[in-house]
């Protein structure tokens, strides 16, 4: 008897298992899903390919039959396969795809995964916009100041009127929010993306939490050193140096009460900065020295008001734009011509922002005359001259130089209530001819990459494709 009862139970267990193994999929089971793939995800593996990977649902054996749709037509099956993968070699940019994947055991087939969608985007396609965003500290609209993308282009951080918020870039999904003590004017990400600085609030990005900040209220023309051991910025008439070199020393440097700073910029292989401001100046500083930092080296004098400085590359020249819209370019290099006036440009209007090009042939500037203008920087002869319908604010230069994102706007931003929405365009550098026009915009940033522009305007937070590409979304 206790024979039989063992053998009974070994078939038994037997047959369980053998139903478990080739049939997973019960008609009558109430979770037909129970086994279905999971967490589909698809990459780019070339202009005419993608790559699909998958998770199992279940812990038996199964096959899996992959289905694509083209367009708006019916899913088809591309392949049966074993392995949780798959590379479809046949796509192209006229059409657009959409992908499932279904398990397969015996004659029985799951329901479908998760999809994938696949979309061939020009050059200005908005890949996400957020709009109507409500604040997490109270029932009213979130005013968005500012924006700032992370280096390494995974994060965009918005300034507000009361907060500061994180975004993932890929998809546009919230990832953290703090309240603010002021309005958030600017952002700017620290060179190892571990910090923050929105208006004067310290974020730590690592953390996802606010600091103690020692930022003065009211902080403008805030920038890292690229080696991530400090910042300038001015805040009312001083301008302010801090280093975290463990020292954690102040440089403090100061002009007489009536004047502003207006812009910094540092020397991109010597410790020195230049600054610029309405006492209509420009001064170069030692930031790092063995006794003190901040020793002055030389000063040179505009005609007007100081608005933008800017050092070559190389850093052997600077470039400083005035309120009258005179562009100096004074040599930089050690010696006895340091402080020299080498070039002068000139608008019609204030000078708002002028860059160097990465290749240091081209001085770029953006002015208050409805002009975006680029100089050749060996003779100061003009390339081209783009007219634009509102004044020049701010605008990114690529990295490989292809083109100019610049944000257009009749009223330079100074309080949240006063915020006067533009917009902005891209342009190629070579010759300024116009690429394409992207939304409305109070602020923008170009990402390090130069894949995306992220845009934000009144409740709007917005992300454009720079380069044409596949867009991948669920």
């Given amino acids: 008897m206790k024979v039989k009862s063992t053998l009974l139970i070994i078939v038994i267990l037997i047959t369980g298992c053998s139903r478990e193994f080739t049939n997973p999929y019960d008609p009558g089971n109430d979770s037909p899903d129970a086994w279905l793939p999971r967490n589909l995800s698809a990459t780019i593996a070339s202009e005419n390919s993608v790559n699909l990977v998958w998770q199992n649902g279940c812990n038996f054996p199964v096959e899996y039959k992959v289905e694509r749709r083209v367009n708006y037509g019916s899913f088809v099956e591309l392949a049966t396969v074993t392995s949780a993968e798959y590379t479809d070699p046949t796509i192209e940019r006229d059409n657009f795809y959409t992908y499932r994947i279904r398990a397969l055991a015996e004659n029985n087939v799951s329901i479908a995964s998760n999809t994938q969608k696949l979309k061939w985007a020009e050059p200005g396609y908005q890949i996400w916009s957020l709009d109507s965003m409500v604040t997490s500290f109270h029932d009213t609209l979130s005013e968005m100041l500012s924006v700032g993308i992370s280096h390494d282009g995974s994060l965009i951080a918005t300034g507000e009127e009361m907060q500061t918020r994180l975004w993932n870039v890929e998809a546009g999904e919230l990832i953290w929010s703090g309240r603010n003590s ?19 609030a310290t974020i730590d990005v690592q953390n996802l939490s606010s600091t103690a900040s020692d930022v003065e209220a009211g902080a403008y023309c805030f920038k890292y050193l690229s080696d991530n051991s400090g910042y300038a910025y001015a805040a009312s008439k001083y301008f302010y140096m801090k280093f975290f070199d463990g020292s954690a020393e ?10 502003h700073f207006t812009s910094v910029d540092f020397h991109p292989t010597e410790n020195r900065l230049v600054n610029g401001s309405t006492s209509k100046l420009v001064r170069v500083y030692k930031i790092r020295g063995e006794n003190w930092y901040g020793d ?14 800017a050092y070559s590359p190389d850093g052997s020249k600077i470039a400083a734009g005035s309120e009258d819209g005179t562009i100096h370019v004074w040599n930089a290099s050690p010696g006895s011509s340091i402080g020299e006036i080498l070039l002068t440009m000139r608008h019609t209007g204030s000078v708002n922002h002028l860059v160097y090009s990465p290749d240091g042939n081209l001085i770029i500037s953006g002015s208050e005359d409805y002009t975006l203008r680029a100089w050749n920087t060996a003779t100061g002869a003009l390339n081209w001259t783009i007219n634009t319908s509102k004044p020049v604010r701010k605008f990114f230069i690529s990295s490989d130089a292809e083109f100019i994102v610049a944000l257009q706007q009749d009223k330079k931003l100074t309080s949240w209530s006063d915020v006067e929405d533009g917009y902005f365009s891209v342009y190629a550098l070579s010759d300024g001819s116009e690429m394409w026009t992207g939304g409305t915009a109070n602020d ?31």
């Fill in 182 to 200: 002021s309005p958030g004017y600017f952002i700017r990400f620290r060179p190892d993306d571990a910090m923050l600085q929105a208006g004067n």
């Fill in 250 to 259: 102040w440089g403090k440097f100061e002009e007489p009460y009536y004047y």
């Fill in 296 to 309: 002055l080296i030389w000063t040179g004098t505009h005609p007007d008001a100081v608005t933008t400085v």
């Fill in 444 to 474: 923008i940033d170009l990402c390090s990459n130069d894949e995306v522009v992220a845009a934000v305007t009144g409740n709007t937070l917005a992300v454009y494709s720079t380069k044409a590409k596949w867009i991948i979304t669920d």
